[in-house]
């Protein structure tokens, strides 16, 4: 038993730390009208392939870093606290595809090209109304010729327009299967859209009879699979941003004063600070522990995954808005970066499904399996 | 990381549990000898376990169904037992902590007082040297179990003439010494009286009964809150006793109540966050292994952990609907457990407004956080640096 970070994370998340504190800039989203667009897409991604963060979790016989899910939690801890843009989600997301579902020749190929850099993927999975349950599609595959083909819409893909390859959830006559679509194949579509949350790439595709490679080993399993282990990803990046917001915070109610004193002398301000810190602590907690539980494949982990991430992507919002209110009108600017994190917070929250779905989830799973309960 | 706690095959465990089947219904007096009472205290109190061994044991008390010591007697086996072994004297240590390890001697704890419980360092009573001895008087209140301790330990002033929280100094007295007056006070769950008012008139105390030296009470008993606080960072249902939100679930789960989409939702969250709370107090446990300092993480852990439980209860309560305002221990059920004094969530949801008042009210709690936590600025007392007797005659600006 253990509990607490050893050195080698907390290492690990030093060094990601002073790197991005160098490299991820957010100026250029500062400027009023910035998009996406401005966000630094390629070069971060460019410094990030350089550490071989893209192959962070490929394991080593294909040519990653074959690092464990802690590892991963704490690197993604500090994109969330920076903020740092790249297709890193979409890529990590369409990797997980490949490892759950693909056979063991795309694996080798496809996993070996997105350890080295050289391949950016996306993961499309969700319906035109915002669901995104492995058993839904709006997008359906039929065989012609031997050959499979894909027609349909996805609505907010991260990274689409950033990938070279889609990982796209297709119904056939019979189940969801997943396939690989070419992002430059001339039938498919993608919609940078115009989503608020101006850090990340959020797009819609359509496909037009587009052919597609199917991941032969797909089954029910890949997307709770893929999810619990994306869970992971958003509450890291969700929990490192909290800590980030709340230190924001607390140095400027340290600084800022009103009627002679800094207003972190006022108990409404204390208090409110007092309680972002224990959803920093709980949302913190929470991600270690599901990092561990998915990289032991411990029984606990699809319950510890919906937990750090309901938690996180809540608690994300709370201190993002107090930190907002905390800094007052100039923390409503967009000049400042309080409303990126605000942005960041809202859209964690929404992309995999609310914090509600996931209490939900975690109910059937005690329903299900009640010794959960007394593990 | 690894968050698995000591298996069921664990060594430690087996030598443990082989222990309990020799001695199926230890005595406290027995678990006391053996060092399970305290293990994590050296010998000969302890067995100078590290804080996985010390978790085994307390398992394993759980498993074998016993009330374990601590429950029985917080006061004088967590917070203030500790102070005796870092402040004591040798024969301090010899004469009580035996007696309280067996729960012999149970112990209340004499802070509070009419002036405030908040401002401790506000309080009235006095200890006055007089030879070999001392003599007491005041008024304490809020003391828990006094009416069934034999032991107090109590923080009166030494030296008025000093600053409010520099004069203090604590003693621990025998309950039944002359002069000592002990009164329930019925709380509003009108069940057993959990505190009580204590008078203290001309009590005479020997001076070996100081704890450590004149003045350094305020130092005690701080690092005794802070003790206590730790304690309490469990997510049980009332200051980290009682059931949890995994016997809340199991409950609403079982009586189909879970089926309510907003019970669902509300039971879902509290089952979530009452998992991160546990993870945090295991978290500081390793921490201790691992040897980091012990920050400030109880008041953190209070401060999370006092509200956690009493919506525990609310939802327990609500769940009822208007047979929830029946007294009728058994309508949401409990997985069979031993729980302690709160085996049920209608003594557990009276009683929990408490939760966020008795050892630090949640409003000082957050206050020690901001502050030494997060390092805001500290509230200024105007009156801190007064001798105290200039100072409690100074009319506070504002009241009437
Ligand atoms: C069930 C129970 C058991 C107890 N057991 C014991 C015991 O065994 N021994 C013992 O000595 N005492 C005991 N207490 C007393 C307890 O320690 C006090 O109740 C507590 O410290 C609060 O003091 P008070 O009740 O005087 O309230 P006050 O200090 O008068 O506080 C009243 C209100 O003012 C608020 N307040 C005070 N100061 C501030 C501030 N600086 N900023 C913001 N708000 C503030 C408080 O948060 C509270 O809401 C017990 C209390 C309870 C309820």
Redesign the pocket.
Known sequence: MDFSLNEEHEALRDNARAFLSKEAELSKLLVPGATVAQAGYDGMWNKMVELGWPGIVVPEAYGGLGMTYLDLAMVMGEIGRSLAAAPLFGTLAGAWAVEKAGSEDQKKLLLGEVAAGRLRLALAVTCANGTADGAHSDVKAVQRDGRWVVSGRNAFVVDADAADKIVVLARTKDKGQFFLVDRGDRNVTVDVLEWRDITRQVCAVSYNNVSAEPLSQSDDDTWPWIRDRLYLVLAAESAGGIQKVLADTVEYAKERVAFGKPIGAF?AIKHQLAELAGLDQCATAGVHFAAWALGEGDKRASLAAAMAQSYASAAYRDVTYRNIQVFGAIGFTWEMKNHLYYKRARSNAELLGAPRHQRDQVVRLLEKTPELLSA | MDFNLPGEDDPRRLAVRKWFEANPSPSYAQLAKQGYVVPHWPEPWGLGAEPELQLIIDQEIERAGIVHPMTFNV?AINQCGQSLLTHGTKDQRQKFLPPALACEERW?????EPS?????GNLRTTARRDGDHYIINGQ?I????ANKSQIGVLIARTDPEAPKHRGLSVFLIDMKTLGVLVRPIV?MTGEEP??NEVFLTDVKVSADRLLGKEGDGWRIVMEQLQTERMHMTKPGAVWGGGPTARELMSGLIQTGKINDPLIRDEAGKLFVEGELLRLLSLRNLSNRINGKPAGAEGNIGKMLASPHGQNLSDLAKRSQGAAGMVRDRSVLPLPPKEYGLFDNWDYAYWFAP?AT????????LK?AVAERVLGLPR?LDPTASLPFNQAKLVKPKGAN
């Open positions: 108990q | 006061i209340c704890m004499l802070f509070s405030g419980g908040s401002d401790l304490k809020w003391n828990s179990m709380d959990e505190y408490a008042l008795g050892v630090g009210t949640q409003e000082i206050n509230e």
